[in-house]
Structure formats: C-alpha cells, structure tokens
Nanobody, 115 residues
Framework: VQLQASGGGLVQAGGSLRLSCAAS????????MGWFRQAPGKQRELVAV???????NLARSVKDRFIISRDSTKNTVYLQMNSLKPEDTAVYYC??????????WGQGTLVTVSS
C-alpha cells in the first residue's frame, strides 16, 4: 500500500487546513488509516485514526478541533484541522495498517501554525 499525503502549509493561529492521504488500494482493504504527527524534539504521536468500519479515535488534544473522514470513491482519508494552535506545528504523517503485519507510512507533510 502506497500513501500520498498532501495539504500541509503555513497558517495563522485560529485558521484551518485540510490534509489528504490517498491510498493506492481500496481503503476498505485497509484495517485502519490515520494521522500521526511529530514536532521537533518530540516523539511521534497519534492524532486521529479511522477504521474500515468507520470508527474513529482522536487524540484528546485535538478532539474538539479536528475531524477525520474518508471518501471511499477516492480511497482517501482527510484530516480537517480547525482552530489551529501553534502547538499543532509538526510534520504530519499518514499511516495505514492491514492484515496482521501490514504497515505503511506516507511521506510527511509539514504544518506550521504561527502565533
């Protein structure tokens, strides 16, 4: 499974961005897809994940501001990020998991939130 992430950029605090992650296969063949982020000097952390059944899990720090969704016709998962804060600045990575051991990461996309 290959993943193509896009949508990062520079935005002012309070603004919005939408990240996209396009998979090379049907997203229904993938157990879950999601977004992680890594800020400078910090570990990579879960932001949001959506399963093939549609269940979602979002980090507490973004739960009221970010929305994860998918478009099966485009094999794409989206992360709508609203009310962005400077602490959301990070490289965002898309991840897919399938079967027992299948794992793929997309290239990172940089999100910078200025204060």
């Amino acid at each position: 499974v290959q993943l193509q992430a896009s949508g990062g950029g520079l935005v002012q605090a309070g603004g919005s961005l939408r990240l996209s992650c396009a998979a090379s296969v049907s997203i229904f063949s993938i157990d879950d897809m999601g977004w992680f982020r890594q800020a400078p000097g910090k570990q990579r952390e879960l932001v949001a994940v959506i399963s093939s059944a549609g269940s979602m899990n979002l980090a507490r720090s973004v739960k009221d501001r970010f929305i994860i969704s998918r478009d099966s016709t485009k094999n794409t998962v989206y992360l709508q990020m609203n009310s962005l804060k400077p602490e959301d600045t990070a490289v965002y990575y898309c991840r897919a998991r399938w079967s027992t051991t299948g794992l793929s990461w997309g290239q990172g996309t940089l999100v910078t939130v200025s204060s």
